[in-house]
Nanobody, 115 residues
C-alpha cells in the first residue's frame, strides 16, 4: 500500500547542485527524510522533516543541503548545493507515521560528484 520512489540523482561536478525528489503513495505521509550510503561508510542520516515542517540536517551537510516537503503533492525534496566528492552516495528516502514507527523506504537514487 505504501510506495516511495526517489528521483533527481545524477553526475555533477564538485561545487554543483542537484535537487532530489521523493514521491510517496499510500496513506502514510508524516515524518520523512533522507539517508545515504557510500562505499566504506556507514548508513548516514542526511535530513529529516516532520509533519509541521521542522527539519534536521546531518553535520556533514549543514549549510549546503536543504530539505522541504509539499504535503499536497506528497513529495519530499532535498536541495543539494556545493556538492563535494564525498557526497557521492546512494540517497534514499523514508517515510513513517512517526519517528518511533517502522520506516518505509525507496529504492534510492545515485548521486555522483566527480571532477
Amino acid at each position: 500500500q505504501v510506495h516511495v520512489a526517489e528521483s533527481g540523482g545524477g553526475l555533477v561536478q564538485p561545487g554543483g547542485s542537484l535537487r532530489l525528489a521523493c514521491t510517496a503513495s499510500g496513506s502514510i505521509f508524516n515524518y520523512m527524510g533522507w539517508y545515504r550510503r557510500a562505499p566504506g561508510k556507514k548508513h548516514e542520516r542526511v535530513a529529516t522533516i516532520s509533519g509541521d515542517g521542522t527539519t534536521t540536517l546531518g553535520d556533514a551537510v549543514k549549510g549546503r543541503f536543504t530539505v522541504s516537503r509539499d504535503n499536497a503533492k506528497k513529495e519530499l525534496y532535498l536541495q543539494m548545493n556545493n556538492l563535494r566528492p564525498d557526497d557521492t552516495a546512494l540517497y534514499h528516502c523514508f517515510m513513517t507515521s512517526s519517528p518511533d514507527q517502522p520506516y518505509y523506504w525507496g529504492q534510492g537514487t545515485q548521486v555522483t560528484v566527480s571532477s
